[in-house]
């Protein structure tokens, strides 16, 4: 089985970066998955990590330790749009399946 | 950008109806996926097809089915809905093995049984 875990809740005001971290335990890996969700909306995708390390799109940022079972997103020069919930998802080895975390809810305050 | 669509977006009916929520993407993907969501909670997996007539169950049991007769198409039936059937239904597709496998979602289907 995999288990997922992330915060539940965080606050960052405007301008400013955050990091929103995620830990697994997983019977098998194939990659880890960041996406956007906004309230009432569908999940969109933002990043991919397969191979430890750093991965940079932009004013989104992903990293992977696989020995740790752990990544995080990094958000720089937060905006109000980026008020969301962050979904951590990961795919078991062999699998196209994602498992999803319960999700990060970010308020961006100004 | 993803071409993924579900209808209805939006569906109130009443306990014992049947009803069969639509979901088609044009992006020739084989693999496609239903997620059921309740407010403020993780998506969970309830039915998924690697490709025609393949159909398979998900992590989360569900009274529902699935069929995929065509690699465009996959619908998800309720039988007899019930007022714990009330969730967001979201499909999702992705395209396989030698990329990323990145999951593009349909803007979901919120269901309200009464």
């Known amino acids: 089985g995999q288990n997922i875990d992330q915060p539940t809740e965080m606050t960052a005001t405007e301008g400013a970066i955050v990091q929103i971290n995620c830990t697994y335990q997983?019977?098998?890996?194939?990659?880890l998955f960041w996406y956007q969700q906004h309230a009432g909306e569908a999940p969109t995708f933002l990043s991919y990590?397969?191979?430890?390390g750093l991965e940079e799109k932009g004013r989104f940022s992903s990293f992977l330790s696989r020995s740790k079972g752990y990544s995080y997103l990094l958000l720089k020069e937060l905006q109000m749009k980026d008020s969301a919930s962050y979904l951590c998802?990961?795919?078991?080895?062999?699998?196209?399946?994602?498992?999803f975390g319960k999700g990060t809810k970010l308020s961006v305050i100004p | 950008e993803a071409d993924i669509y579900q209808t209805p977006r939006y569906l109130v009916i009443g306990t014992g109806k049947k009803i069969t929520l639509e979901c088609s993407q044009t992006m020739g993907h084989d693999k496609m996926y239903w997620y059921q969501q309740d407010p403020g909670m993780e998506l969970h997996l309830i039915h998924y097809s690697y490709g025609v007539n393949s159909t398979e169950k998900g992590d989360l049991s569900s009274e529902s089915t699935v069929s995929r007769i065509r690699t465009e198409h996959f619908p998800l039936t309720l039988e007899s809905a019930r007022p714990s059937h009330t969730s967001q239904y979201l499909c999702?597709?992705?395209?396989?093995?030698?990329?990323?496998?990145?999951?593009?979602f349909g803007p979901g289907t919120r269901l309200t049984v009464l």
């Open positions: 998802a990961v795919s078991g080895a062999g699998s196209y399946q994602l498992t």
């Open positions: 997983t019977s098998g890996f194939n990659g």
């Open positions: 999702a597709s992705s395209e396989g093995p030698g990329v990323t496998n990145e999951q593009f």
């Open positions: 990590n397969v191979l430890d």
